[in-house]
């Protein structure tokens, strides 16, 4: 399971090694970039004065050690460690060094090479110190007759550059510590809420379904949190219904399953007569009947609910609705309603036309039931340019305003007592909702002012260019 503190640790590793990269960078680059240049100062300012010196040196075919010392006591601010020129065989005639080699020969490698004919240039910075050496040739007339070489060593720019590195040292260290400091806090910020979130989900999981966090912010965990109070609304609402349908259904289905344990009890018994046990059978059947028509609405609203509708084609709704009125005709004969239609053709839906069948049938039903003698059904379709309307009108008792938002929820009944007299499951309008809402329909009740009930369904029409 993911803990907010192995976060907080990832997250702080991950600023503290992406910060580290930066002040490794920080603490080369610029280094290398100044001794680099440092080091091209240098280089141009030597092979400048070898060059010069070289120049200057050959006032004859051949060097002597009065004509260097001559030479070279000429030129100015040539404040270098060392100064050293050789004849073209090596032979040292001039040298600084505090230890001058004159009269021997220098056997080192840029001396050698500049008496080649080449411009040499070497430098380092060892312990602090800039050190650089530069050889040049000295020619005349074509010939090389020595050959000129400078050691410089800098104590000053070492200096200068040491103190660059201490510098960004410092900065380094503090500007380390500083994001240290503020990578823990966002961190921590971060991952608490993350842990807060990750309660209530642990919360919810165990059935604490009204449990919500507080929102705070407009950043992802903000909307995350959102998102989060927003599902679990959803399923408090679920779970409410659910438990809500459980308890309807033991309801509905324990009533007809008592009557059929009295009944066949009294039956065992054998103290009645047979037409007394015929009409307790026959009140068995009919408890049987009741159960299973709870049963096949349940499975009906299962695979509603589950999205699968029946193999679907282009119905016309109005013939679907004239076959099955001429259905419930005998029905409504003898509940003493009159049924009037106003059925426009072409209405065409994209259905099972069993389905929209049964939509037509679970309405026009319930507008018998619940109506008066000698009261009527108005029912009537038509079409626009995109819909396909039925209405359901009925001059029966009507429905309370205050029932009409929950009718079509699963077992509600507005009079209990009343919808179980007249045989219904209190499935059948949640199972037309149902069947409406998948075919990308809707319908909606309302009172109407002269009594009664009015039902209006609403489908896409379907269009022959329509694939």
Same mark, same amino acid.
């Given at each position: 399971?993911?803990?907010?503190?192995?976060?907080?640790?990832?997250?702080?590793?991950?600023?503290?090694?992406?910060?580290?990269?930066?002040?490794?960078?920080?603490?080369?680059?610029?280094?290398?970039?100044?001794?680099?240049?440092?080091?091209?100062?240098?280089?141009?300012?030597?092979?400048?004065?070898?060059?010069?010196?070289?120049?200057?040196?050959?006032?004859?075919?051949?060097?002597?050690?009065?004509?260097?010392?001559?030479?070279?006591?000429?030129?100015?601010?040539?404040?270098?460690?060392?100064?050293?020129?050789?004849?073209?065989?090596?032979?040292?005639?001039?040298?600084?060094?505090?230890?001058?080699?004159?009269?021997?020969?220098?056997?080192?490698?840029?001396?050698?090479?500049?008496?080649?004919?080449?411009?040499?240039?070497?430098?380092?910075?060892?312990?602090?110190?800039?050190?650089?050496?530069?050889?040049?040739?000295?020619?005349?007339?074509?010939?090389?007759?020595? &050959?000129?070489? +400078?050691?410089?060593?800098? #104590?000053?720019?070492?200096? =200068?550059? $040491?103190?660059?590195?201490?510098?960004? /040292?410092?900065?380094?260290?503090?500007?380390?510590?500083?994001?240290?400091?503020?990578?823990?806090?966002?961190?921590?910020?971060?991952?608490?809420?993350?842990?807060?979130?990750?309660?209530?989900?642990?919360?919810?999981?165990?059935?604490?379904?009204?449990?919500?966090?507080?929102?705070?912010?407009?950043?992802?965990?903000?909307?995350?949190?959102?998102?989060?109070?927003?599902?679990?609304?959803?399923?408090?609402?679920?779970?409410?219904?659910?438990?809500?349908?459980?308890?309807?259904?033991?309801?509905?289905?324990?009533?007809?399953?008592?009557?059929?344990?009295?009944?066949?009890?009294?039956?065992?018994?054998?103290?009645?007569?047979?037409?007394?046990?015929?009409?307790?059978?026959?009140?068995?059947?009919?408890? &049987?009947?009741? +159960?299973?028509?709870?049963? #096949?609405?349940?499975?009906? =609203?299962? $695979?509603?609910?589950?999205?699968?509708? /029946?193999?679907?084609?282009?119905?016309?709704?109005?013939?679907?609705?004239?076959?099955?009125?001429?259905?419930?005709?005998?029905?409504?004969?003898?509940?003493?309603?009159?049924?009037?239609?106003?059925?426009?053709?072409?209405?065409?839906?994209?259905?099972?036309?069993?389905?929209?069948?049964?939509?037509?049938?679970?309405?026009?039903?319930?507008?018998?039931?619940?109506?008066?003698?000698?009261?009527?059904?108005?029912?009537?379709?038509?079409?626009?340019?995109?819909?396909?309307?039925?209405?359901?009108?009925?001059?029966?008792?009507?429905?309370?305003?205050?029932?009409?938002?929950?009718?079509?929820?699963?077992?509600?009944?507005?009079?209990?007592?009343?919808?179980?007299?007249?045989?219904?499951?209190?499935?059948?309008?949640?199972?037309?909702?149902?069947?409406?809402?998948?075919?990308?329909?809707?319908? $909606?009740?309302?009172?109407?002012?002269?009594?009664?009930?009015?039902?209006?369904?609403?489908?896409?029409?379907?269009?022959?260019?329509?694939?």
């Amino acid at each position: 399971m993911l803990r907010g503190g192995s976060i907080q640790v990832k997250l702080l590793f991950a600023y503290t090694s992406v910060i580290v990269a930066v002040l490794i960078l920080l603490n080369t680059y610029p280094l290398f970039m100044t001794q680099n240049m440092m080091f091209q100062s240098k280089r141009t300012a030597l092979e400048g004065q070898a060059l010069l010196i070289a120049n200057t040196l050959p006032v004859a075919e051949k060097l002597t050690v009065e004509s260097v010392e001559q030479s070279i006591s000429l030129l100015e601010d040539l404040s270098y460690s060392r100064i050293m020129v050789t004849n073209e065989a090596g032979l040292v005639l001039y040298d600084t060094n505090e230890t001058p080699m004159n009269g021997r020969y220098a056997l080192a490698s840029g001396l050698v090479s500049a008496l080649h004919g080449n411009d040499v240039f070497y430098g380092e910075y060892q312990n602090g110190v800039f050190r650089s050496w530069a050889a040049s040739p000295v020619v005349a007339r074509g010939r090389i007759i020595g &050959a000129v070489y +400078l050691y410089d060593s800098d #104590e000053g720019q070492g200096l =200068l550059l $040491r103190e660059i590195q201490n510098n960004l /040292r410092v900065i380094s260290i503090l500007v380390c510590f500083l994001v240290i400091v503020i990578s823990i806090l966002l961190s921590r910020v971060f991952t608490t809420r993350i842990a807060a979130l990750l309660g209530a989900i642990q919360m919810v999981r165990e059935g604490e379904y009204t449990h919500r966090i507080k929102v705070e912010g407009r950043d992802e965990l903000s909307q995350l949190g959102e998102e989060f109070n927003e599902l679990t609304g959803r399923l408090q609402v679920t779970e409410e219904a659910r438990r809500r349908f459980v308890s309807d259904a033991s309801h509905e289905l324990k009533t007809p399953l008592a009557s059929i344990k009295l009944l066949t009890d009294s039956i065992l018994q054998g103290t009645m007569d047979a037409e007394t046990t015929r009409e307790f059978v026959t009140d068995i059947g009919e408890a &049987a009947d009741r +159960l299973i028509g709870i049963s #096949e609405d349940l499975l009906t =609203l299962n $695979r509603l609910d589950a999205g699968q509708k /029946r193999k679907a084609e282009p119905v016309d709704l109005s013939v679907v609705a004239e076959t099955t009125c001429l259905l419930l005709m005998p029905l409504a004969q003898a509940a003493q309603v009159r049924i009037k239609t106003k059925l426009e053709k072409e209405c065409l839906v994209y259905a099972h036309e069993g389905e929209l069948s049964r939509v037509i049938s679970n309405l026009m039903e319930n507008a018998i039931k619940y109506n008066f003698p000698e009261g009527y059904i108005n029912l009537s379709i038509h079409k626009n340019d995109t819909e396909v309307i039925l209405i359901v009108e009925d001059s029966g008792v009507g429905i309370p305003e205050e029932d009409l938002p929950h009718i079509f929820e699963r077992f509600y009944r507005v009079d209990k007592a009343r919808s179980r007299e007249a045989g219904g499951t209190g499935l059948g309008l949640a199972i037309v909702s149902e069947t409406v809402r998948i075919h990308g329909g809707e319908i $909606r009740a309302e009172k109407r002012t002269e009594g009664g009930l009015r039902m209006t369904v609403r489908f896409p029409r379907w269009k022959e260019e329509e694939p």
